[in-house]
């Protein structure tokens, strides 16, 4: 069964806005994975959140985790057309094993 | 970085034969694996956790005669779809991670199966 569930199912913003993704999850976590995946590919690791962090950049990336809440966000600022992408988010849950699994993601479209 | 190679990435095939899916770590070793199905529009499903030199553990609902997976070394994993169906027809994404980390998956690009 899914861990992760994202929200909104699909976002579509103008090329150099900023694109918001939230992912909300059910147990403690060791940390919070999100992936991207492009239409008819494999996934790509974006970033990582440890359980106790607050807030990671990479990039253009900027993931916060809110484990009181029990979830996180994914900001893509100043998109651009090539973020057109499925995003998932994966939480990595205490005492799951290792595995991952992955919610219905958000589909953000960047137009230009 | 960590790249995983998938083989093959499409492949069409009769109903009632089998299928052999290969996922390679080229650049690390990987304890563990994972094969995930994807339908169209939908997330991924786990299916089986793939441990090297074990048996494979599977997903509640998945058939493991149907499904069988291999993990041989440290560097391949395969999946095989066994008396393929046209319901078996699907998007398959196997991952890795490396044996020193305990974090992020590295993906392959996904092998589709069309069963005719």
């Known amino acids: 069964s899914q861990q992760g569930e994202e929200d909104p199912q699909a976002l579509s913003i103008q090329e150099g806005e900023n694109a918001t993704m939230n992912c909300s999850y059910k147990t403690s976590i060791n940390n919070l994975q999100w992936y991207r995946q492009n239409s008819g590919r494999g996934l790509v690791h974006l970033i990582l959140?440890?359980?106790?962090?607050r807030e990671k950049h990479s990039g253009r990336l900027r993931v916060t985790l809110d484990t009181s809440k029990k979830s996180s966000s994914l900001l893509i600022t100043a998109s651009r057309a090539a973020d057109t992408a499925s995003y998932f988010c994966?939480?990595?849950?205490?005492?799951?094993?290792?595995?991952?699994?992955f919610g219905t993601g958000t589909q953000l479209k960047v137009e230009l | 970085g960590a790249v995983v190679s998938q083989h093959p990435s499409w492949v069409i095939c009769k109903s009632g034969t089998s299928v052999k899916i290969e996922c390679r770590s080229l650049d690390f070793q990987a304890t563990t694996m994972f094969w995930y199905r994807q339908f169209p529009k939908q997330s991924l499903m786990l299916m089986a956790t793939?441990?090297?030199?074990?048996?494979?553990?599977?997903e509640q609902g998945v058939e493991k005669d149907k499904f069988l997976i291999n993990h041989a070394s440290l560097t391949l994993s395969t999946l095989t779809v066994t008396s393929a169906h046209p319901e078996d027809s699907s998007f398959y994404i196997c991952?890795?991670?490396?044996?020193?980390?305990?974090?992020?998956?590295?993906f392959g690009e996904g092998s589709r199966l069309t069963v005719l």
């Open positions: 991952s890795a991670r490396e044996i020193t980390q305990t974090g992020e998956l590295f």
């Open positions: 959140i440890r359980s106790n962090e």
């Open positions: 994966a939480p990595d849950l205490t005492g799951g094993g290792n595995k991952l699994t």
């Open positions: 793939s441990n090297e030199g074990s048996k494979a553990t599977y």
